[in-house]
């Protein structure tokens, strides 16, 4: 008999793709044991496979690298040899003596109802902690003891550890894309050797904090090219899972289908960034998981910190005080530091509101990030957060007019551009920054420096992806000459070229997005 580790170490494969060679019939279900490992230490479980079953997974991956399919490879091996084969594997473990935990059943997802709301594990809540386990151990955000990971509100993968890729994804390189990022086929996979409850409780445990952020529609598109089997058992899971009363951390219970794992706490973390999910064995006390988080602003910051680089979608806002250096001069020390302050943290809720990503703050100057959201679009996001920040803009300059009986007016010069571009953290000891390379940020920046007064420019790319609807909820067009003088032309755009003037020499530099198509944003009538 071969332990699950030996044979995984041996096979070099990942611990899911192993669950799903049993949940197919290529592999037997593993006899579960518990047993010390020297006198008067805590029994360990471990699943136990015939010896020939190394073997098999050599065959499985020789075939699949010859291009077979799962199918093919199936009616292959799993022939009347193999049947006779895996049913005295059976019989053995039915004549021994029954283990102390018995082995999981492995049936496939099905389009059978799922338990009824009254039943759902999210009745056993966190607040206060229901269950004090004997165990304890120190958990800090670079080293969360249990196997973890974080999703965004789309099911997108953008954060885990390193126990999580061990045991969940070593088999399996993340995607490159955002949008090849969802978990689902994962979590299909790992569901395929739990009873249909225990699929419930693991899909339960990550739709719950998800779904106020998810539409039913945008759910049901996201899940791709599953089989419809699948994706109607998914959207069942989705219109009968409730959202929990605490949205802040949530607990169910799972028989996890490693044996190695064994009962566990699936803990659901919510963050407004997205829902951290961490796998904590069961006879393991979750306070001191609970109590590492209940930092959040620093806990978050640190996970953020160690995000996976991705290829995504964005929108960039750069926006740059204008004349800051003749403000800084005109004003005392003490008070242009209060005037910076109160721009930073009055504008701040307004990021917040329309999901802008901080990237970096350059003294008077700034850098956000807009990305896709389950609920809204990304792009409108980055207009009405920039048309706000404007407006918010006239009320401070206003202030400071007023109080400092100066005749300066404030302005928030903003660019907006679009693209697909790689994200991931510059970090120190102390500190990290969110950081796209590309030209997306480049012709931000340059745009920002083309904006005068107040104005905002966008390039035509982030407007016309819009929707027509999202358009006319907007206004924006070129100025243009006419011989009556300056013409105003709704819904229009123009090259960069044709506004920059030989004699500025702000214009020099603009030259390298002389070509882009942009317009300008203005305030609804």
Known sequence: MLTSVALLEGAGISRATLNNYIAVGLLPRPEVRRQA???????????YFPAW?????????????NGASMDDIKRQLVGQADSVKIRRSEAERATAPAPVIAPLPSPTLSAEPMPAAGTSFFEKRVEPVAVQRSESVQVSVENIPYPAYMVNFEFQLIWLNALAQKEFFADNPIPERANDRSIVPTLLEWAATLPQQEQASLFNAHLGPIKSRLPRQTFNQNLGNLADVQRQWLMNCYDQCPEPENRIQHIVSLVHPDPEIGPCQVVALSFREGVLIVYVPEKHDV????NCVSRRDSFIRALLSQRLPVLTPLAVMVADLQNSVRICSELPPEDYFQLINQIWSTLDPIFREYYGAYGKHTGDGMVYYFFPQPDRNYLMNAVLCANKVRETMKNISHEWMVRKGWTNPLYMNIGLSEGEEWLGTFRTNTNFEL????????????????????????????????????????????????PEGKVFVANSYVQVATLLSNTDPRHAKLMDIATYAVTEVLPKL
Do not use: H
Not at 37 to 47: H, M, Q, V
């Open 435 to 482: 950081v796209v390379l590309g030209e997306t940020i480049n012709i931000c920046g340059r745009l920002s420096e083309l904006a005068r007064f107040g104005k905002i420019w966008a390039t035509k790319g982030l407007i016309s992806k819009m929707s027509v609807t999202e358009r006319t909820n907007i206004r924006y067009g070129v100025e243009r000459d006419a």
């Open 37 to 47: 490992a020297a006198p008067g230490e805590a029994p360990t479980t471990l699943g």
């Open 53 to 65: 079953a190394l073997e098999r997974i050599g065959r499985i991956q020789e075939l699949k690298r």
């Open 287 to 290: 306070s001191q998981l609970l």
